[in-house]
Structure formats: structure tokens, C-alpha cells
């Protein structure tokens, strides 16, 4: 139970409803709002000994808001955890000026903490290719291995990520001469991806092999049981992997999604290109992977041209 009264719960009721049915946010985006708004409640109805009001929320001051971000960062949260968790509460402040016609306090200016620069760390060409070197080994032997490989070329060789690729039915499974697949990603929003040979005859070899019966409107990839497959399932096998072959702790599989992105932006790629094929909506969130390649150039400079090495051991 949420520590609100009986009138501001009516606002929140109606606010999940707008995500969901308005603004078609997915359900587990719907659900990480619902947590971000319940935990500021939580905090707030706790700071202030009472339930939370539509009374309250027009009296927060800039202090209750440095507390709230004083306790969170008390608790460990991360920087970018808790400018989510802002955002959210934002929105919901500005649901409520729409929704009731009553003034609030512009918490719009009331400061998060700033959120660190941390750039994408993808894999090297060969490392990339070692890992579906080494998936593929395993995908001779089981349809479990096939599903993997499947998966992670998914991954790597179109950008998806792994949420977007368990979450594709049956239906979706490409034709051996489709070019291009329909993803459904963040915020409902469409894009067309393009198929690679190799990925459609990983997707259609495991599907060849999987013992357990998929339906058209059913999950494509499943578990040892037949049910939908967890992407856990496929950070577990690249842990195991990376361990084998000696990645990085790194390689992960949106570390996969990374590499598609920086590869295809080192070898002359389009940014604005790459970010429709990502499903970027801003593309200051594909301009990242520009700082990535220059950062490689960079550290290929150091290490090998002549007077770069001649500095380094004066």
C-alpha cells in the first residue's frame, strides 16, 4: 500500500493508467516508474510523519528534495538511478499541475547529482568473433547451443536488445530470403533491422531443432522446459564463456549491442543510420559510440606510433 490519502491515490491510479494506455510505455517500464514514485512517497510520508497529500507535494521545498537525494545516495543508489527516479517524480508533478489546475513547486529546478560520464565498452572485432566462434562449437551439439547462438547473433548482428530478442514469437521467425526484421522496442516504437544470411540460418537451424512445440503467437526462443526464454539464460552463457576464452567481465550481452554499434561507426557507418537501426529517440544517446571510436584511435596512437612510445618512456 502506497503511503498516500484516499484522493492523491485516485491521481496516481489515473497516472499508471496514462503510461500504459496513453503513452504506451512497455510493463516493465510502467512498472520502474511505479517503483521510482512509490520509493519518493515512501521517503516523503517517512521525512514528514504523515501520509502523502496533494496538500504535502505543493509544500515540498528544496530541502525535503536534497534529503530525498541525501537518503538515496545514504543507500547507495546510483547517480543514475536516482536522476531516473527524479524524472519520474517531474513527470508526475507535471501530470498533476494538468490534472488538477492547482500550482506546484518547480522541482523542474531543483538539482539531481550529476550523472558520470561512462562510455560504452564493447568488444574488439576479434573478440566478437571469438565469442560466436565458440557458441557455434557448442551449437553443434544441442538445440540448447543452437538457441544461443541464434540469440547472440541477434545481438551483435542486428543491434537488438536482449529483451527485444526473447520477446519475438514464433510468427516473427525470418524466411530464408527475408533482408530485414520488425522490432517492437522501447516505447512501442518500430524499426526495420537488417538480416544478415548467418542470422536466419541460425534462427531457422535452431528452430529445426527445438524439441518443444512453438505456436505462431508463442515465444521464438524457450528454455530447457518450453517456456519463455530468460535472458538470464544468455548472460549465464556468455559468463561462462567469457571465462573459457578469457573476455572481459565486460562482455555482456548488451556489450554485443555495443560492438554492432561501434563496429559499424569504425568502418564508415552513418550515425544517424546507426541510430535508427539502435531505436535511439535522441541521437545524443548513438553520439556515445563516436567517443568510443575516437577513444580506441586514441589508444591505438599511444601504443604504437613512434613518438607517441618516445614520450611515454622519457
Not at 39 to 62: D, E, N
Not at 120 to 142: D, G, M, N, R, V
Not at 158 to 184: K, M, W
Request: hydrophobic share 35%; proline share 6%; net charge positive.
Amino acid at each position: 500500500m502506497l503511503p498516500v490519502d484516499s484522493q492523491l491515490s485516485s491521481y496516481v491510479c489515473a497516472w499508471h493508467e496514462r503510461l500504459s494506455l496513453q503513452k504506451k510505455f512497455s510493463t516493465h517500464t510502467c512498472l520502474a516508474y511505479q517503483r521510482d514514485l512509490a520509493s519518493f512517497f515512501q521517503f516523503l510520508s517517512s521525512y514528514h510523519g504523515k501520509p502523502v497529500s496533494i496538500s504535502l507535494l505543493q509544500q515540498l521545498t528544496r530541502g525535503d528534495w536534497r534529503s530525498w537525494m541525501s537518503d538515496r545516495h545514504t543507500k547507495n543508489l546510483q547517480a543514475s538511478s536516482t536522476n531516473r527516479a527524479a524524472s519520474v517524480v517531474r513527470g508526475f508533478y507535471r501530470f498533476l499541475t494538468k490534472a488538477t489546475g492547482q500550482e506546484f513547486p518547480p522541482i523542474q529546478y531543483y538539482k539531481t547529482p550529476k550523472k558520470p560520464h561512462i562510455l560504452p565498452k564493447p568488444l574488439t572485432i576479434s573478440q566478437a568473433q571469438q565469442t560466436t566462434e565458440i557458441i557455434e562449437t557448442h551449437a553443434h551439439q544441442e538445440w540448447i547451443g543452437k538457441r544461443d547462438l541464434a540469440v547472440i547473433l541477434l545481438l551483435y548482428g542486428c543491434g537488438l536488445r536482449i529483451g527485444e530478442a526473447v520477446s519475438l514469437t514464433r510468427a516473427q521467425a525470418p524466411s530464408q530470403d527475408q533482408e530485414v526484421l520488425v522490432i517492437v522496442g522501447k516505447g512501442n516504437k518500430q524499426r526495420r533491422v537488417p538480416l544478415l544470411p548467418m542470422v536466419i540460418e541460425a534462427i531457422n537451424d535452431y528452430l529445426s531443432y527445438c524439441p518443444w512445440p512453438l505456436p505462431q503467437d508463442g515465444p521464438m526462443f524457450v528454455g530447457a522446459r518450453g517456456k519463455k526464454l530468460s535472458p538470464r539464460l544468455i548472460q549465464l552463457a556468455l559468463q561462462h564463456m567469457r571465462r573459457a576464452i578469457g573476455l572481459p567481465e565486460t562482455a555482456t550481452p548488451h556489450a554485443l549491442r555495443h560492438s554492432f554499434a561501434t563496429h559499424l561507426l569504425s568502418a564508415g557507418g552513418d550515425l544517424r543510420t546507426i541510430q535508427e537501426l539502435l531505436g535511439h529517440a535522441s541521437l545524443s544517446t548513438t553520439q556515445r559510440y563516436t567517443a568510443v571510436s575516437t577513444q580506441q584511435m586514441i589508444d591505438m596512437y599511444r601504443k604504437t606510433h613512434p613518438r607517441a612510445m618516445a614520450k611515454r618512456y622519457k
